[in-house]
């Protein structure tokens, strides 16, 4: 029977999830012991059967006892109100079991999802008044978003921005590196700072990776549609100051790289609905600190047209080329947006507010575009 030390415990076997607690497996010491847990039962007896032979593989059915019987755990959530009832529950959450472990040793419990800042730090505290609560336990939280997305996952090429208390960071922060290994790429995981740091990195990475998508298939489009080459258009591209992620890695044309969501129908990738999220939680961060955005608006209402469309619905994110190109050119819809003044940014529906400016109207072609107030 493994001890706690010996028993890595990796709830939430997603899309990112799966292949992350699979590369994990693989990684882990034969001896070591990787407890797993997840709604979706089929995904458990999958995943035992995909991982026979590289070591003892068991299910658990909470964070509770996930935390009682394995002194690491890590999750990959969809959400703040699955991190909020995996950590925090009283009766099946990883808070209330890692207190209730017989193991004195120190516990690390890690979220590698990419959540709302404020969810992240509401765990954190949690995890302070435990601590404070329960002389002789030592639980240390660390929020490890990743970014590469399901490619990066399958891969174990994923990039961790961890945030550590650093108080604690000189002893905690190794455990951590030598468990994301496994996962990731070993020169791609960096000490961010403290608790909720490695979320703002992710959520500013994500910001201007959901932009960069949006300009690059825009760029792109414009391409196709004068009649160049797209493969050779992004070669230039690439050897020149246009070069990004989106360009070299995972191209939005279909057929220009191999393997990439582009190449088979927009498939496996970061969904555009969940670019819109991240889009949307780099605004609000923007906000909470008074730093200035202008982008953010017109991409994230580009986004959310296409989302409407049941043709990209469920897609990886740069089938916003797609949906661009299929597109007729329309300059009322962002005139509306750049004539306005941004009011608000709602979480729940993706959406911005906007006061109109009365009496603005698109000239293109001596026609008049009248925008209601």
């Known amino acids: 029977m493994s001890s706690p030390a010996d028993t890595v415990a990796f709830i939430g076997l997603g899309v990112m999830g799966y292949p992350m607690a699979k590369n994990l497996r693989k990684g882990l010491d034969p001896s070591k012991k990787l407890l797993i847990c997840d709604v979706d039962t089929a995904a458990l007896e999958r995943f035992k059967k995909e991982t026979e032979g590289q070591g003892p593989v068991e299910v658990v059915k909470n964070g509770y006892d996930a935390a009682r019987a394995a002194d690491n755990v890590i999750t990959m959530l969809p959400g703040s109100g699955a991190v909020k009832s995996v ?36 765990v954190a505290k949690a995890t302070v008044e435990a601590n404070a609560a329960t002389p002789g336990v030592t639980i240390n939280f660390v929020d490890a978003p990743v970014s590469g997305g399901p490619m990066g996952a399958q891969d174990g090429t994923l990039t961790f921005m961890a945030g550590v208390s650093p108080s604690a960071s000189a002893t905690v922060f190794p455990v951590v590196k030598s468990y994301l290994q496994h996962m990731g790429n070993g020169d791609g995981i960096f000490l961010c700072g403290d608790v909720g740091a490695g979320t703002a990195f992710k959520i500013i990475n994500n910001y201007l990776s959901a932009i960069t998508s949006l300009a690059a298939s825009e760029a792109l489009n414009i391409g196709v549609k004068a009649g160049l080459d797209p493969k050779l258009l992004t070669d230039v591209i690439n050897t020149s100051g246009g070069q ?5 890695k995972s191209n939005p044309v279909p057929g220009v790289q191999a393997n990439v969501p582009s190449s088979r129908g927009y498939e496996g990738g970061f969904r555009i609905e969940l670019c819109a999220k991240v889009l949307g939680m780099g605004s609000k961060l923007a906000q909470d600190v008074g730093a200035r955005t202008i982008l953010d608006t017109p991409t994230l209402a580009a986004f959310n047209e296409a989302i409407a469309d049941e043709r990209y619905q469920g897609k990886d994110a740069r089938v916003v080329y797609k949906w661009l190109n299929e597109s007729q050119r329309n300059m009322c819809t962002l005139h509306r947006m750049l004539l306005g003044t941004f009011d608000t940014f709602d979480m729940t529906t993706s959406s911005y507010s906007f006061t109109l400016l009365p009496g603005s109207w698109d000239e293109q072609n001596g026609k008049g575009c009248q925008v209601e107030p």
């Not at 099946?92 to 516990?107: D, E, H």
């Not at 990004?244 to 070299?248: A, G, M, R």
Request: aromatic content about 4%; hydrophobic content about 40%.
């Open 244 to 248: 990004c992620w989106v360009t070299s």
């Open 87 to 122: 950590y925090l529950d009283p009766q099946t959450g990883i808070l209330a079991g890692a207190t209730a472990a017989v193991s004195s040793a120190p516990k690390l419990i890690m979220e590698c999802g990419t959540i709302e800042s404020d969810t992240i730090l509401t």
